[in-house]
């Protein structure tokens, strides 16, 4: 028989009565899970499984494998939560598109969300306006990161094609290691140095590593929580 809760501690009564805002992090992951099982609650459920992922701030990596492994959690529950997750990250990176780009955490803030944890390098291309803000952003490269794959002439050919003012260079470490090498740092002077000859400026390149990112332009290293 499953666990239920009196009727004052029902997370849904407290947010139709007292509003949404009103509850905290167990109990709004309680109306995602819904029920608990047998001997444990959902608010209960939804303690323990904060407890066992190390606390609220780790639902944004845990993973479909970290939930069904957690007792009382099956593949209904774990998707649920995966995609109230997901819509969360999404939200956030639709509320930063008009953002300008003024420093790397905004940078970093844009693209972190796509290009963090992938298994493989991306190079991606943000074309700006004067006031910074990006008019276009795409994919140019996907695979090992070199400057005989990563063209100036790509990369310029798209900025010049919507009159861009300004560009920023994108590109992650599947390593985790945001620190770049050599050839990053080669790169980046190139695109520099043409970038001049046509009026376009490179603004900076980030390198995006696991929970950090480097600012080629700052010659610094950050890191994200």
């Given at each position: 028989m499953i666990k239920t809760l009196p009727l004052e501690e029902n997370p849904r009564e407290k947010a139709l009565t007292y509003g949404i805002e009103t509850l905290n992090n167990v109990e709004l992951l309680a109306?995602?899970?819904?029920?608990?099982?047998?001997?444990?609650?959902?608010?209960?459920?939804?303690?323990?499984?904060?407890?066992?992922?190390?606390?609220?701030?780790?639902?944004?990596?845990?993973?479909?494998?970290?939930?069904?492994?957690?007792?009382?959690?099956?593949?209904?529950?774990?998707i649920e939560i995966l995609s109230i997750i997901e819509i969360a990250k999404r939200l956030k990176d639709v509320s930063s598109i008009e953002k300008p780009l003024l420093n790397p955490y905004d940078i970093f803030g844009r693209v972190h969300n796509q290009l963090m944890f992938l298994k493989q390098e991306h190079f991606l291309l943000l074309c700006l306006d004067n006031k910074n803000k990006v008019?276009?952003?795409?994919?140019?490269?996907?695979?090992?990161?070199?400057?005989?794959?990563?063209?100036?002439?790509?990369?310029?050919?798209?900025?010049?094609?919507?009159?861009?003012?300004?560009?920023?260079?994108?590109h992650n470490h599947p390593s985790g290691d945001a620190l770049p090498s050599e050839e990053d740092l080669l790169m980046t002077e190139q695109f520099q140095k043409l970038g001049q000859m046509m009026s376009i400026e490179v603004i900076d390149h980030i390198v995006v590593g696991w929970n950090q990112f480097y600012s080629i332009m700052a010659k610094q290293l950050f890191f994200y929580e």
């Open positions: 109306l995602i899970l819904r029920t608990g099982h047998k001997n444990e609650s959902v608010i209960q459920l939804s303690q323990r499984l904060l407890t066992e992922i190390g606390g609220f701030a780790n639902l944004s990596t845990v993973t479909y494998a970290d939930l069904i492994a957690l007792k009382g959690i099956k593949q209904a529950k774990a008019i276009k952003e795409k994919t140019i490269f996907i695979g090992s990161l070199n400057m005989s794959v990563v063209t100036p002439r790509e990369v310029f050919k798209e900025a010049i094609a919507i009159s861009s003012a300004k560009i920023v260079l994108v």
